[in-house]
């Protein structure tokens, strides 16, 4: 659902907790064409063992929607 506002434009900042843990599978949080190129990371924090990050999303450029 996150990719499906960020495609729409209606995400100015994402954040992420990240785990440390080994999975023999997952799903990604952003499947296909992720937009990484418009994410700017904003601030890198740690919490306990956890990892929190937080991005900055870029508008779209005019005509660069995918």
């Known amino acids: 659902m996150a990719a ?10 994402i954040a992420i907790t990240l785990a ?3 999975l023999a599978r ?3 949080l952003f499947s296909g064409d992720v937009f990484w190129d418009r994410l700017r990371l904003r601030s890198a924090e740690k919490v ?6 937080v991005y900055d999303v870029t508008p779209a450029e005019h005509g660069m929607d995918r």
Request: glycine share 14%.
């Open 4 to 13: 499906q506002f960020l495609a729409a434009g209606a995400l100015d900042r």
């Open 48 to 53: 306990g063992q956890w990892a929190r990050l």
């Open 20 to 22: 440390p843990v080994t």
């Open 26 to 28: 997952g799903k990604p």
